[in-house]
Each structure stands twice: as C-alpha cells, then as structure tokens.
C-alpha cells in the first residue's frame, strides 16, 4: 500500500535528533491522557536493537501529520471532546439500565424509568475507569486509515501489526497497538465536525507555508462505488424478505417474541428458486421470453411473503410497547423493529416498482427506486462509454498547486450543477481566499450559478462544453483568460486519477451517507498529507541542487 501514495521515490531521509525525554502526559478519569503535542514522536526505540523509523512514504505521511497538529493541538482537543461524548453515551445507558435495576428491587418500583438522553449524557462526569486511547493516537490512525483503506482489510492490518514506523511511534509513548476493533470504534466515535476541522487545519498550513496562493480553483465530480450489489428487483425481493427473516429470528435476544417463520421460509425458498431461474436466464433469448412468467410467479411470493410478515410486524410493535427489560436493550429492540418496518416498506416499493417496470414495462423515477438493501442512499451513475456504478457522486475542488480544498457528497446522484455554488463557497470558508479564477466542466452548468459566483469576486467563471458556452457571453468565452482556464481545468482529471487509485477513492467500505462522507474525508486528509511531504520532498531537492551548484 505504501507504494502507490505518489511520493517522489527519492525523498531524502530527514535527520532526527537523538530520543528525547518522554512527552509529558497528565492523568485524567483514571488513565494516562496525553493533552500536548509529543516533543519528538519518531525518536529511535530500544527493541532487540535500536530501532528507527525506515525513510518510507508512510513515515513521511506521518511527518506531515505530526505537524499539522503541533501547530494545530485544537485538533486533539475536539477528539478528546468526541470521545468523551462517546464515552458519556455509553454510561448514560450504564447509569439507565442501574437505575431500572434498584427499581425493580424495590417494593413499589418506580414506573416508566426513561432512559437519559444525550443531553443528560454530556452532563455526565467520567469516573476512574480503564486508560483510554490518547487523543493523539486516536487523530494518526484517523489519517492512518484514510492512508491504508481501512483496518477491516486484512492487508492493512497486516501492514498495521508489521509497520516498524507504528512500533517507534508508539514507543516512545509508552504506548501499545491498541486492537482492530478499539481502534475502529475510537476513529468512528470522531465527529465529522473534527474531521472537517483537521481539513481546514490542513489548509492553513498550506497557505500560511506558502505552498499554494489558492487563487485558482477547478472542480469536478466522479462516481464512487458503494459497498452494495448490483441491484436488481429479483434479488432486492428475496434479499429483503431473507434479512426479514433473520431479524425475525433473533427477537427473543431482546424480550421480543420471534417470528413465525415455517410459512414464510417456504415462500422465501420459492424466491430464491425464481430468482436464480431468472438469473440464469439473462441475455439469453429463451430467458427473455420467459422473464415476465417468472416475474409474476416472484412478485405472487414476495406478495405472499409481505402478508405473511405484516401482521408479525404488527405484533412485534405491541410487543415492543409493553417491553419491560433494562433501557440498553430497550433501545436495541427498538432499533431493531424499526429496521423491520423499514425492510417491509421497502419491499413493498421493490414489488410496486417491478410491477410497474418489468410486467407494464413503464419507466420508473429513480427517486422511487430501493437501489440497495444495506445502504439506503446510494444512487445509480450511468455515464456515456464508462462503466455504470451503484454508489455515491462527489464533487472535489483542486488547488492551482494540487491540493484539495473542498468535498461535497451528496445523497445519490444529485445533479452537479446544483453543486456549483456550493463547493465554491465551502472553499472560501475553509481557505480564507477568493479564487481569481473558477473552472468546471459543462456538468455544472448554470447560469445563476455562474452569476452568483461572479457576484462574490472571482475574474473567471469558466464553464466547458457546449452548455458551459452557452450561458457564456461570447466576449468571455474567446478571451485569452478564459481559454488558459478551460486548458487548467484537464488538471483536475489528474487529481481524479491520483486519489482514486493511490487513495482508492474509488470506492467505500462503508453504508450510509454520513459514514460515506467521513471515509472520503479521511481519504481527501490522507491525499493532502502526501501532496505536502511530496511538495516539501520537492523543495528540498532543489535546495540541494542550489547548494551544490
């Protein structure tokens, strides 16, 4: 993984003073915090030998992230408050279900015991406990992860559990690797307010190092796979009404009564058989003319199956109103319930939908589709000549100097014109600085975009392509001005290229929009932390020519 970040291969290795004292670490709830930035985080290790840390392109990353927030430490003070909210949660059903508990010990329990909510929970104080996670830990393996995919993987665990650089680091704060989950559940508790505040850190940096003036901004979108499959109605039917099933059966966990499921596994093995028929039968012209009978025997079932769980559904509700169990497995068994209501509602949709499209052969709205059943945001990007994704479309601003200064992803596949002013002023806010000029291509066509975007100070406005000129005033459009930006704008095709295959960008391993926008955030940080060391790598290399020259 290390080896497709874009680094100039011949990065020279950074002197490092010897060890220095360990940081200063003040105790708080019990534990070892650490509040300050460590003095020297990469200082050698005494292992079976003096181990250092190797002049690799993760160790360069890392560098750049060590030093956005030594000059950034509000950085670890916004994680320390998302992991104590985390933390505050979690007790808050602790003191609940407590609370349930001396109730119930009495003689005349109290009624209806409500579970605190989160406002309750951040006035919660933590008690002594075991040592949690160092802020600082937490924020490298949030921008650790935007640089290795993931930690589910199991590649980037195992670069996680070999990486020599990690060994050093922790180290020399007395500190171990926490494990897979922990770390997974401590970067997830991080706000998507934290992250975006590490991204205008970033920024700063940026400009204040003078790397980049921020005067010229292109923009462009790309599609992103989401993790779902290919959605077809067939397979969206049974996969529903088998996850029903399942959830179904694990009721009785939670103080739920279980599903009757004998009639219904009946009717979801038929499914199954049906929609493999169908399967098999596509692109095949037998298959073609037999494709209607098999849709109305599947939707027959899927209806039969709707009915059959509706009531159960009913039920399960009552039940969940009557619930007397601690408040923790409350709220679980009310999660969970919802999600039945919900597969049903949208197992309804898919039958509508596929009556409609396959039997009456009418176009459906992509706004009624259900395009997945584990991620309910997704949407369908089908592009000219390029292959078509079940997923998610941002849009991403460039820097004149490369950097990314702006990430917008909305639900499904929204229309990027109506992304314009947006990203525009999302870069504003997070540079401080005005682009002279603005270039995007003919998807973000609008004329009141443009005229607000010219309104806020910008010289250049340029919109490619036959709907960009349109709405172009022809003075304008043959200007020397608006050529030169046209030409920059293919820059941003390069940034498209880099981050998506250096970044695997490309893709996500996480459902929901939200969860979707904090793994692309991750992944933008990672993008701009090596665009840094590659330009800081750049200027020292010429420095040495200078000097030697």
Not at 10 to 23: E, F, I, L, Q
Not at 158 to 168: A, G, I, N, P
Request: charge should be positive; include cysteine; glycine fraction near 8%.
């Amino acid at each position: 993984m290390d080896d497709n970040h874009f680094f100039p291969s011949d990065t020279s290795p950074v002197a490092r003073p010897p060890a220095a004292a360990a940081p200063t670490l003040r105790v708080t709830r019990g534990g070892a915090s650490l509040r300050s930035v460590p003095a020297d985080p990469f200082a050698p290790v005494a292992l079976l030998y003096l181990a250092a840390p190797p002049d690799s392109k993760f160790y360069s990353f890392l560098q750049e992230g060590h030093r956005l927030v030594a000059v950034s430490p509000g950085i670890l003070d916004a994680i320390d408050a998302d992991l104590d909210l985390h933390g505050q949660r979690k007790k808050a059903l602790r003191v609940a279900d407590a609370q349930w508990n001396e109730a119930k010990g009495q003689r005349l329990p109290t009624i209806g015991i409500v579970p605190l909510t989160d406002v309750a929970a951040e006035s919660l104080l933590l008690g002594v406990g075991r040592p949690r996670t160092a802020a600082y830990v937490v924020y490298l393996f949030l921008i650790g992860r935007g640089f290795y995919g993931g930690f589910k993987s199991a590649p980037a665990t195992t670069l996680l559990l070999e990486s020599v650089t990690l060994r050093v680091f922790l180290g020399n704060l007395g500190l171990e690797l926490p494990g897979r989950s922990t770390l997974t559940e401590l970067v997830n508790a991080v706000s998507s307010a934290t992250r975006e505040k590490i991204l205008d850190a970033q920024l700063l940096v940026v400009l204040g190092e003078g790397w980049d003036d921020f005067k010229a901004m292109t923009a462009d979108s790309t599609a992103v796979e989401g993790n779902v499959l290919w959605p077809t109605d067939s397979r969206l039917m049974v996969d529903l009404v088998a996850r029903l099933c399942r959830r179904g059966a694990r009721l009785k966990t939670l103080g739920l009564p279980n599903f009757a499921a004998p009639r219904t596994a009946k009717v979801l093995g038929a499914m199954s058989l049906l929609d493999r028929e169908i399967s098999l039968g596509s692109g095949r012209p037998q298959g073609a003319r037999r494709r209607p009978y098999l849709y109305r025997k599947l939707l027959k079932k899927a209806r039969r199956a709707a009915a059959l769980l509706a009531p159960q559904i009913e039920q399960t509700q009552q039940a969940l109103r009557a619930l007397d169990v601690l408040p923790s497995q409350r709220v679980r068994a009310a999660r969970l319930v919802e999600w039945l209501q919900t597969d049903l509602e949208n197992l309804r949709q898919v039958v509508q939908n596929c009556e409609a499209r396959v039997l009456r052969n009418e176009k459906v709205p992509m706004s009624e589709k259900v395009l997945s059943v584990s991620d309910p945001d997704v949407g369908y990007m089908a592009k000219g000549g390029r292959e078509s994704v079940v997923g998610y479309k941002p849009s991403l601003a460039r820097s004149g100097n490369g950097f990314v200064t702006g990430l917008i992803v909305p639900q499904g596949n929204a229309s990027d014109s109506g992304q314009l002013v947006p990203i525009f002023e999302q870069v504003v806010r997070r540079t401080g600085v005005t682009p002279d000029t603005v270039s995007v291509d003919d998807g973000y066509s609008s004329a009141a975009g443009r005229t607000t975007i010219l309104a806020r100070g910008p010289k250049t406005v340029s919109i490619s392509g036959s709907k960009g000129k349109k709405i172009t005033p022809a003075a304008d459009w043959d200007s020397e001005a608006y050529a030169v930006a046209r030409d920059d704008r293919s820059a941003v095709e390069s940034l498209m290229y880099t981050i998506k295959y250096g970044f695997d960008f490309g893709r996500v391993a996480r459902r929901g929009l939200e969860n979707v926008r904090a793994e692309l955030l991750e992944k933008v940080l990672a993008y701009n932390f090596c665009r840094l060391a590659t330009c800081r790598a750049a200027k020292a290399r010429e420095e040495s020519l200078a000097w030697a020259a």
